[in-house]
């Protein structure tokens, strides 16, 4: 099992981004793929996640409204897409592989079994 993320980097206040997350070694339909962050001094938070057999996407509080995610299921392939990016959105960034549901609350690090090695995303004020 194997999950590459891509995508970070320096962006300015109110930029955008994408991030990728490339999976392989399981079966992509039947999982959830959820985005985490981690900034220094702050524990590890959920983003968002996203059913691959339901497309059905949540997003913490903080990420709602700006950030949206997309799968193309082609390619075993999950977008962070990340617009209007603040400095607090700096963080090293991970997607995670889980069975468990995406639902209506934000994906738990507990529930994700399969991990990627993180990209930097840091944003400029």
């Known amino acids: 099992v194997q999950l590459v993320e891509s995508g970070g980097g320096l962006v300015q206040a109110g930029g955008s981004l994408r991030l990728s997350c490339a999976a392989s070694g399981f079966t992509f339909a039947n999982y959830s793929i959820a985005w985490f962050r981690h900034a220094p001094g702050k524990e590890r938070e959920g983003v968002g996640c996203?059913?691959?057999?339901?497309?059905?996407?949540y997003f913490a509080d903080s990420a709602k409204g700006r950030f949206f995610l997309s799968s193309d299921k082609a390619e075993n392939t999950v977008y962070l897409h990340m617009n209007s990016l603040r400095p607090e959105d700096t963080a090293v960034y991970y997607c995670a592989a889980g069975i468990a549901l995406c639902s209506d609350y934000v994906p738990e690090v507990d529930e994700y079994e399969y991990w990627g090695q993180g990209t930097q995303v840091t944003v400029s004020s």
């Open positions: 996203i059913g691959i057999s339901t497309d059905k996407t």
